[in-house]
């Protein structure tokens, strides 16, 4: 169970068939050994944040690479791993490509969901749509889902805290930050913190 919800939370943390968008040529310092990536395993490539795409995406400006670099090994799986398309999808927000994020998101949901998870990509699709009343709506499913039996509120060995519903600080911080760009929507303090009175009224 915990692996799962180390896995549930690295979903949302951070941060996926046609061509990807167009992107800019990359800088010196976005070069990698992209071959040496696509030969990780699943869980190294995804989960580590040493490598794979993660510690592509976290050099200035390389966003972009990071999401190709998803897509290229994507094509090279037979699976469908919808967390995959979801972290493509995520960089694409970041640079502003909401079209093919959007797209990209649609494309994780999970035909079995115990945890809550369509509802989060209904909330961030309809603030990367503009759609207020949707993401709105979305919340509130999401916050009303009943607690799974079992489940327990926890810091995760990594530091992440897990708590029940999952997600929804993030869905509240693009609530609170509506219009604003995703990347700040998403990450700012500003928007995942809310104000003391927000607090105590929660």
């Known amino acids: ?22 992107t ?4 010196d310092s976005c070069r990698i050994d992209f071959n040496a990536s696509l030969a990780l395993g699943q869980e190294a490539f995804d989960q580590d944040m040493n490598g794979g795409w993660r510690a592509l995406a976290g050099r200035p400006g390389c966003e972009g690479v990071a999401a190709d670099l998803i897509h ?18 995520q960089l694409r927000a970041n640079i502003g490509q909401y079209p093919e994020a959007i797209r990209l998101m649609e494309l994780s949901r999970k035909p079995e969901d115990r945890f809550g998870w369509n509802p989060y990509v209904d909330a961030t699709i309809a603030f990367l749509r ?6 709105v709506a979305a ?3 999401l916050a009303g889902l009943p607690r799974p039996a079992g489940f327990e509120d926890r810091t995760l060995p990594n530091g992440l805290h897990v708590t029940w519903p999952m997600n929804l600080e993030v869905v509240d911080g693009l609530v609170r ?6 990347r700040e929507a998403y990450s700012l303090p500003e928007c995942r913190e809310p104000g003391e009175a927000q ?3 929660r």
């Open 139 to 141: 919340r509130t499913q």
């Open 177 to 182: 930050c509506f219009g604003r760009p995703y």
């Open 1 to 22: 169970m915990t692996q799962f919800l180390i896995f549930l939370a690295l979903q949302a943390a951070t941060p996926a068939a046609a061509a990807p968008a167009a």
């Open 199 to 201: 607090r105590t009224s």
């Open 72 to 89: 290229a090994y994507r094509a090279n799986l037979e699976a469908h791993l919808s967390i995959l398309y979801w972290h493509e999808g």
């Open 130 to 135: 503009g759609d207020r009343t949707a993401l």
């Open 24 to 27: 800019t040529p990359a800088p």
